[in-house]
Nanobody
Framework: QVQLVESGGGSVQAGGSLRLSCAAS????????MGWFRHASGKEREFVAA????????IYGDPVKGRFTISRDNARNTMYLQMNSLKPEDTVAYYC?????????????????WGQGTQVTVSS
């Protein structure tokens, strides 16, 4: 069973950048499809981005297209989310997730393991 730990969250002004990391342990990282989601209290979990096991296939949620970049380093068992041109509406907790089955997915219910989340706050 893989354990996921996010880091890199914090506070930034609008237009700024942050880089989130998701470190995995306890499982064969390169065999998992990985994803980023964000979740505000009282709202449904929102898909941000996902990346295939090799990194060759990537998809983004519409709100972050052109601003966020997902990547992974299988040798380091780590996934990243580079967030540029941040907006106040990006303020929320971000979660990384791992999917043990093949195939990239935008659906949170299809992910098997979750990190504890990291807060991002963007001020105007």
């Amino acid at each position: 069973q893989v354990q996921l730990v996010e880091s890199g969250g914090g506070s930034v002004q609008a237009g700024g950048s942050l880089r989130l990391s998701c470190a995995a342990s306890g499982g064969p990282f390169s065999t998992y499809t990985m994803g980023w989601f964000r979740h505000a209290s009282g709202k449904e979990r929102e898909f941000v981005a996902a990346i295939s096991r090799s990194g060759s296939n990537i998809i983004y949620g519409d709100p972050v297209k052109g601003r966020f970049t997902i990547s992974r380093d299988n040798a380091r068992n780590t996934m990243y989310l580079q967030m540029n041109s941040l907006k106040p509406e990006d303020t929320v907790a971000y979660y990384c997730a791992a999917r043990a089955r093949p195939g990239i997915s935008i659906n949170a219910v299809e992910y098997d393991y979750w990190g504890q989340g990291t807060q991002v706050t963007v001020s105007s």
